[in-house]
């Protein structure tokens, strides 16, 4: 056994992971991380790359169930089950429908609303300690509308957002083509969040902040954890190898693969897994003022340091499925409709695993078996925007102090 009882384990090196570390470290902890692949190769290296704090409504919205059923028809649309999937999916489903109900869909938008603030305060904090105020863009986001119908129904959607005191303006016409040319006109609305930031790209940002952590102290470990237990001063984390360590504290930030580790413990967390699919374009391929977002087709194009990237939609299909590219290609063959002067040529596909819960709250908390062995992952869409507000909420649980928010809607057994 090797032993670190003065250090404490982060099982995950993607940016949830990072952003833990980092918060400790500010602290005084020393963290070792221990990672199975690649330093932030999973849904950190090919996501949208947006800090989307003005992104507080839950996929489990009464406005999504409606349009389910059309969307799960084209198995290349927005929203995709594989048949054979649907069996073992089928329990969170009926979870995903319970958040829907007005009630809960209430309590999510108010603790999603909490969490985002948190998370722009602290990644505020976090960038300019970090050195990564370089690689944020503050350009907005434009979601665009294909119809009046189509506008009209995301109207209560915007009304919650005013609610929670997010600044947005409606477009049209000049104002539209003002923030982005080149748009087909059959998207004569849009919605304009000028708040919105973008990173330069996902993969960059968080190998910078990785840099960082490991300047700062850390160390890390190439192995694959097949169990957490809690021991005697901390916790014990077993590999695949036979080999074991144990550490003061340990906090499992592994994604989509975290659901397994937390069954271990015995924590029953209905964690499911989206496949998430983008296409990353040359630099040039347009130009592209800010992020844009399709609602109504389920995906954005952002523009990156390395090129714009199209991509999103959500097909719930678990880990071992071999991936479909169909869906790739699907949407950049829209892309190219809604921005007649995209060059499609040269483009480079990806596919990554996002770790969803069935209420789009992230699990952030303390397992039962231990509150030496916390809880970082699920965080859906929002990984990237939400890591430093959960790295901070960790660093408080470990330190025995109230966090800055209520976290009762993030616990592991709130379902």
């Given at each position: 056994?090797?032993?670190?009882?003065?250090?404490?384990?982060?099982?995950?090196?993607g940016?949830?992971?990072?952003?833990?570390?980092?918060?400790?470290?500010?602290?005084?902890?020393r963290?070792?991380?221990?990672e199975?692949?690649?330093?932030?190769?999973?849904a950190?290296?090919?996501?949208?790359g947006?800090?989307?704090?003005?992104?507080v409504?839950?996929?489990?919205?009464?406005?999504?169930?409606?349009?389910a059923?059309?969307?799960?028809?084209?198995?290349l649309g927005p929203?995709?089950?594989p048949?054979a999937?649907?069996?073992?999916?089928?329990?969170?489903?009926l979870?995903?429908?319970?958040?829907?109900?007005?009630?809960?869909f209430?309590r999510?938008?108010?603790?999603?609303?909490a969490?985002?603030r948190?998370s722009?305060?602290?990644m505020?904090?976090?960038a300019?300690?970090?050195?990564?105020?370089?690689?944020i863009?503050?350009?907005?986001?434009?979601?665009?509308?294909e119809?009046?119908?189509?506008f009209?129904?995301s109207?209560?959607g915007?009304?919650?957002?005013?609610s929670?005191?997010?600044p947005?303006?409606?477009v049209?016409?000049?104002?539209?083509a003002?923030?982005q040319?080149?748009?087909s006109?059959r998207?004569p609305i849009?919605?304009?969040?000028p708040?919105?930031?973008?990173?330069d790209?996902?993969?960059?940002?968080a190998?910078a902040l990785?840099?960082?952590?490991?300047?700062?102290?850390?160390?890390?470990?190439?192995?694959?954890?097949?169990a957490v237990?809690p021991?005697?001063?901390?916790?014990r984390l077993?590999?695949?190898?036979?080999?074991?360590l144990?550490?003061?504290?340990?906090?499992?930030?592994?994604?989509?693969?975290?659901?397994?580790?937390?069954?271990k413990?015995?924590?029953?967390?209905?964690?499911?897994?989206?496949?998430?699919?983008?296409?990353?374009?040359?630099?040039g391929?347009?130009?592209?003022?800010r992020?844009?977002?399709?609602?109504?087709?389920?995906?954005?194009?952002?523009?990156?340091s390395?090129?714009?990237r199209?991509?999103?939609?959500?097909?719930?299909?678990?880990?071992?499925?071999?991936?479909?590219?169909?869906?790739?290609?699907?949407?950049?063959?829209?892309?190219?409709?809604?921005?007649?002067?995209?060059?499609?040529?040269?483009?480079?596909?990806?596919?990554?695993?996002?770790?969803?819960?069935?209420?789009?709250?992230?699990?952030?908390?303390?397992s039962?078996?231990?509150?030496?062995?916390?809880?970082?992952?699920?965080?859906?869409?929002?990984?990237?925007?939400q890591?430093?507000?959960?790295?901070?909420?960790?660093?408080?649980l470990l330190?025995g102090?109230?966090?800055?928010?209520?976290t009762?809607?993030?616990?592991?057994?709130r379902?």
């Amino acid at each position: 056994m090797s032993t670190h009882q003065n250090e404490i384990a982060i099982v995950g090196a993607g940016i949830i992971g990072l952003a833990t570390a980092f918060q400790l470290q500010r602290e005084g902890r020393r963290v070792r991380l221990i990672e199975r692949g690649g330093v932030a190769e999973g849904a950190s290296y090919g996501n949208a790359g947006a800090f989307a704090f003005s992104d507080v409504m839950p996929l489990a919205s009464p406005g999504i169930l409606r349009k389910a059923p059309k969307w799960l028809l084209d198995p290349l649309g927005p929203l995709s089950i594989p048949p054979a999937y649907l069996p073992r999916i089928l329990p969170w489903l009926l979870r995903f429908w319970r958040a829907s109900l007005p009630d809960r869909f209430a309590r999510s938008i108010a603790a999603q609303s909490a969490l985002m603030r948190l998370s722009a305060r602290t990644m505020d904090s976090m960038a300019v300690d970090a050195g990564l105020t370089g690689r944020i863009r503050a350009d907005g986001n434009l979601q665009l509308y294909e119809s009046e119908a189509e506008f009209a129904a995301s109207l209560p959607g915007w009304a919650a957002r005013a609610s929670e005191g997010i600044p947005f303006e409606h477009v049209r016409g000049a104002r539209l083509a003002e923030l982005q040319p080149g748009l087909s006109p059959r998207f004569p609305i849009g919605t304009f969040t000028p708040h919105w930031q973008t990173v330069d790209d996902p993969y960059h940002f968080a190998m910078a902040l990785f840099d960082r952590v490991m300047a700062n102290g850390a160390t890390i470990t190439r192995a694959d954890i097949v169990a957490v237990d809690p021991a005697e001063g901390g916790a014990r984390l077993s590999f695949a190898d036979g080999g074991t360590l144990q550490a003061s504290a340990a906090v499992i930030a592994g994604g989509a693969w975290s659901r397994a580790l937390a069954a271990k413990l015995g924590d029953a967390i209905p964690l499911e897994t989206e496949r998430g699919y983008n296409t990353t374009l040359p630099p040039g391929a347009f130009d592209l003022k800010r992020q844009l977002t399709f609602g109504g087709h389920g995906f954005v194009i952002t523009p990156l340091s390395t090129g714009i990237r199209v991509g999103g939609a959500v097909e719930l299909g678990g880990l071992k499925r071999a991936p479909n590219f169909a869906r790739s290609k699907a949407m950049l063959e829209k892309a190219r409709a809604f921005l007649p002067g995209l060059r499609v040529e040269g483009g480079k596909q990806w596919m990554g695993f996002r770790p969803s819960m069935p209420d789009t709250l992230p699990v952030i908390g303390r397992s039962k078996a231990s509150p030496r062995i916390l809880y970082a992952f699920g965080h859906g869409h929002s990984g990237l925007t939400q890591c430093a507000a959960t790295g901070a909420i960790v660093a408080d649980l470990l330190a025995g102090r109230a966090p800055a928010i209520d976290t009762g809607p993030f616990r592991p057994d709130r379902f």
